[in-house]
C-alpha cells in the first residue's frame, strides 16, 4: 500500500509538471532504464510496465508500477515504485503499444492521488 507521505510527494511532482518543470538530465542520470515498455490502462490511474535494468552489474527484471506522467519525447515516466516517487528513463517501447495521451496520464494521477490522500 502507498504511504501519506509518498502521495504527498507524488502530489507534490505533479503540481511542480502542471506548473511546467521537468526534470533535467542531471535528475534522470542515475535512474533505472525501462526497455520493452508499455502503457497500461486502468479504471483509476494508468500504469506502466516494462523491463527494469537497476544497473550494469543487476539483473533486469519485469515491473508493473503506477504511472503518473511520461514524455515520450524526452524519454522518461514519473512512477511510483517501492513506496518511492521517482523516474524511469525510457528505453524503446514494446512495438505495437497502445497511444497514450500525457495529459491524460497526468489528470488521472492526479485525481487518483488527491482521492487517496483527501477522500475527494
Not at 550494469?56 to 515491473?63: C, E, F, H, L
Not at 516517487?85 to 495521451?101: A, K, Q
Amino acid at each position: 500500500m502507498t504511504t501519506t507521505e509518498t502521495l504527498a510527494n507524488a502530489q507534490e511532482f505533479l503540481d511542480r509538471l502542471s506548473s511546467g518543470e521537468y526534470p533535467d538530465s542531471q535528475a534522470l542520470d542515475s535512474v533505472p532504464l525501462v526497455h520493452d515498455w508499455a502503457v497500461i490502462p486502468g479504471d483509476d490511474v494508468y500504469r506502466i510496465g516494462g523491463i527494469v535494468a537497476l544497473s550494469s552489474d543487476a539483473r533486469a527484471r519485469p515491473r508493473i508500477v503506477p504511472l503518473l506522467a511520461i514524455d515520450r519525447s524526452g524519454k522518461w515516466a514519473l512512477i511510483i515504485v517501492d513506496d518511492q516517487v521517482t523516474w524511469w528513463l525510457l528505453d524503446d517501447p514494446l512495438p505495437g503499444g497502445l497511444p497514450v495521451n500525457p495529459a491524460d496520464v497526468r489528470r488521472r494521477a492526479t485525481t487518483w492521488v488527491r482521492r487517496w490522500l483527501h477522500g475527494a
